[in-house]
Nanobody, 116 residues
Framework: QVQLVESGGGLVQPGGSLSLSCVAS???????MGWYRQAPGKQRELVAS???????KYADSVKGRFAISRDNAKITVYLRMNSLKPEDTAVYYC???????????WGRGIQVTVSS
């Protein structure tokens, strides 16, 4: 069982930056890790993922603005978000998977609001 706890969310102005962290309760070395988000009235979507080997993928909507990274020693995954837009407003969820999109473990989610 892996517990995931997100932190770093909050309110930011358009064009601003925010960094999310996800700390796991145990080793995540054998899991691909990802960040999903869900805006009100919309389906949850995978915005960024990082493989066991460190390969990254991004949704087209965040490509060039978001960066995912992982530190297996610290059992932590990060999401750096730059040039934030109001449409990035959502609850962001950390996820661990043997292979996406089949998620094995979810975090509880953290709110990110982009507004002036």
């Amino acid at each position: 069982q892996v517990q995931l706890v997100e932190s770093g969310g909050g309110l930011v102005q358009p064009g601003g930056s925010l960094s999310l962290s996800c700390v796991a309760s145990t080793s995540i070395f054998t899991y691909a890790m990802g960040w999903y988000r869900q805006a009100p009235g919309k389906q949850r979507e995978l915005v960024a993922s990082i493989s066991v080997g460190g390969s990254t993928k991004y949704a087209d909507s965040v490509k060039g603005r978001f960066a995912i990274s992982r530190d297996n020693a610290k059992i932590t995954v990060y999401l750096r978000m730059n040039s934030l837009k109001p449409e990035d407003t959502a609850v962001y969820y950390c996820a661990a998977a043997r292979r996406f999109p089949n998620v094995d473990y979810w975090g509880r989610g953290i709110q990110v609001t982009v507004s002036s």
